[in-house]
């Protein structure tokens, strides 16, 4: 079993729909963690950032923990074009290593 | 702010040469640099650690004599490829930690090495 686990899609969605992304994880030890959207062929682009338990809200994208059913979730509303990319989980325990676990990614389509 | 820079975007070389990828930190000093290598439609694989001062920290399975890493200053970190072969080519990504006690990884571009 992967430490991170994240469907790989493709997603694809209407323009303006509400997009919902989620990893697994199985390593209780994670407490940070991390969104990034990746065009192709670019870097990964920090989307989110939380720790522990709880919400975050940025503008159209809010991040979801739930460390008790070790979940997690990105959610896009009013999805546009060009949100468009692999969307990476990332997560790393709070040993002041660094050392980030990344989901597969999703690939995401939002239609026009 | 965190911007991180890597050069070249893209390098094509032939079997057996060297080739060296650079990754800095333009707007703020990194005590700790990253690199990963992601194959195409997979996720990134952590390469190695790397320390300002002090020697990278390689991940299981990684060569440190084929994949040589020198972080030589707060804002540069370097990632040669010694006698490249074909099954390396692949796209090397670098990454830098902010500052002490906060986890955020800014990520570089990215170089797309091919080995022909």
């Known amino acids: 079993q992967k430490e991170v686990e994240q469907d790989p899609g493709p997603l694809s969605v209407p323009e303006g729909a509400i997009v919902s992304l989620n990893c697994t994880y199985s390593?209780?030890?994670?407490?940070?963690f991390m969104w990034y959207r990746q065009y192709s062929r670019k870097g990964p682009e920090l989307l989110m950032y939380t720790y522990s338990s709880g919400n975050k809200e940025d503008g159209r994208f809010t991040a979801q923990v739930d460390k008790s059913s070790k979940y997690i979730s990105l959610f896009i509303r009013d999805s546009q074009p060009s949100d468009s990319a692999t969307y990476l989980c990332?997560?790393?325990?709070?040993?002041?290593?660094?050392?980030?676990?990344f989901g597969t990614g999703t690939r995401l389509k939002v239609l026009a | 702010g965190a911007v991180v820079s890597q050069h070249p975007s893209r390098v094509i070389c032939k079997s057996g040469t060297s080739v060296k990828i650079e990754c800095r930190s333009l707007?703020?000093?990194?005590?700790?640099m990253f690199w990963y290598r992601q194959f195409p439609k997979q996720s990134l694989m952590l390469m190695a650690t790397?320390?300002?001062?002090?020697?990278?920290?390689?991940e299981q399975g990684v060569e440190k004599d084929k994949f040589l890493i020198n972080h030589a200053s707060l804002t540069l970190s370097t990632l040669t490829v010694t006698s490249a072969h074909p099954e390396d080519s692949s796209f090397y990504i670098c990454s830098a930690g902010q500052r002490e006690g906060r986890d955020e990884q800014y990520f570089g571009p990215g170089t797309r090495l091919t080995v022909t």
């Open positions: 390593n209780s030890a994670f407490q940070y």
């Open positions: 707007d703020f000093q990194a005590t700790t």
């Open positions: 790397s320390n300002e001062g002090s020697k990278a920290t390689y």
């Open positions: 990332a997560m790393s325990a709070s040993s002041g290593t660094y050392k980030y676990i």
